[in-house]
Each structure stands twice: as C-alpha cells, then as structure tokens.
T-cell receptor, first 112, second 111 residues
Framework: GQQLNQSPQSMFIQEGEDVSMNCTSS?????WLWYKQDPGEGPVLLIA?????ELTSNGRLTAQFGITRKDSFLNISASIPSDVGIYFC????????????FGPGTRLSVLP | SAVISQKPSRDICQRGTSLTIQCQVD?????MFWYRQQPGQSLTLIAT?????????ESGFVIDKFPISRPNLTFSTLTVSNMSPEDSSIYLC????????FGSGTRLTVV
C-alpha cells in the first residue's frame, strides 16, 4: 500500500530557531495535510494543500505541495515552546475515498 | 469546521469485554471515519462509517471485531469487541469532506 515517510523522526531545537520537516512518498497524492498532535489530544489540522507547487502559510507555519506530488514540507519559523508536539503529514490516498494515509510523525522538542 | 465530541475520553477494561465509543458531531457530515493510534505510533484507518449502509473496513480490520453504527449524519459508534491487551490504543473519529477534523480520542487500556 501507499506509505509516507517523514523526516526527521525527532528533533530538538532552541526556542527562536526555524524548523523544517518533510514528508515523502513513492506514490502520487492529490492532497497533503499537516497536523499537530499534543499529548492526550486528537490531531489538529495546520495546513491543507491541494495543488502541486502550492505554497501556503498559516502564521509562522509554511507548507508546500511538492511539484512531483510525491512530497511536501512544513516549516516553522521562530519556534516557541508551544510548538512542542508531534507533526503528522497525511496524503489523500485516492480521488474517490475521503480518507488519508498518515506519516509516522516528527516529534518536535523546543528547548528554552 | 465541525466540532466533535467523543466519549468516553478514556477507559480501562478487562480482557474479553467490549467497549463502545461514541462520536457526536455538531453538524451533518457525509462521511465519518474511525482511526486507531497505537502507543507511540501514527494513525491507521479502521473503517469509514457510512450512513444507512454497512461500514467499509480497511485491510486488517473486520466487522466482528470492530462493529460500527452510523444511524444518522451526526453520530457514529465504534465497538471494540472481545478486547485483549493488544487493543490498548487511542481510538479517534474523524469527520469532514476531507477528514479535516478529529475528535480528542478515546484512550483505551485493556488489562
């Protein structure tokens, strides 16, 4: 089946630093989503991407839909302590279903 | 986006018993999905809950183990049947045209 890879698996950064993480696949996806999950909570949607090459921002977050439709990246600028959590990418698996394949996640830790 | 209420938020259950998880949405939605998140893992789709018809299960998940109801466009239940410790996970419902919104999850521990 279609699988997503996320890198890095985990990262430790200093508060104020910028963060970059990506999601890759051997298969084409038509939609990419980025979620953040805090402990004990469900994932919260950060950014949705619908077209190859699309670059979308949400505050300090910026995400891009790769031109090949096989990858996406998420950048966080000027990190703050509340950015700590697990970031999941998700790809729309087909044009008919409305469910997604989730990546394994990137665990972000922000050091003060 | 829709607001989802999921109950219970957590439970500890004896092996061999069953637990039914409820998902209530504040607006009508076409599709609802149930996911499992095993400890330290990502999310795996269990099934799509279809209103008025049987749920559509993903590979590795069967109706006898995870029966799902969808009586209307705002409500669904997932039952975890004949539980074993391997069923200890977070179970999440998701709604929306493109699965945008998740409930806060049900943390299940089977002892």
């Amino acid at each position: 089946g279609q699988q997503l890879n996320q890198s890095p698996q985990s990262m430790f950064i200093q508060e104020g630093e910028d963060v970059s993480m990506n999601c890759t696949s051997s298969s084409i996806f038509n939609t990419w989503l980025w979620y953040k999950q805090d402990p004990g909570e469900g994932p919260v949607l950060l950014i949705a991407l619908y077209k190859a090459g699309e670059l979308t921002s949400n505050g300090r977050l910026t995400a891009q839909f790769g031109i090949t439709r096989k990858d996406s990246f998420l950048n966080i600028s000027a990190s703050i302590p509340s950015d700590v959590g697990i970031y999941f990418c998700a790809g729309l698996r087909d044009n008919y279903g409305q469910n997604f394949v989730f990546g394994p996640g990137t665990r972000l830790s922000v050091l003060p | 986006s829709a607001v989802i209420s999921q109950k219970p938020s957590r439970d500890i259950c004896q092996r061999g018993t069953s637990l039914t998880i409820q998902c209530q949405v504040d607006s009508q939605v076409t599709m609802m999905f149930w996911y499992r998140q095993q400890p330290g893992q990502s999310l795996t789709l269990i099934a799509t809950a279809n209103q008025g018809s049987e749920a559509t299960y993903e590979s590795g998940f069967v109706i006898d183990k995870f029966p799902i109801s969808r009586p209307n466009l705002t409500f669904s239940t997932l039952t975890v049947s004949n539980m074993s410790p391997e069923d200890s996970s977070i179970y999440l419902c998701s709604v929306g045209d493109y699965g945008y919104t998740f409930g806060s999850g049900t943390r299940l521990t089977v002892v």
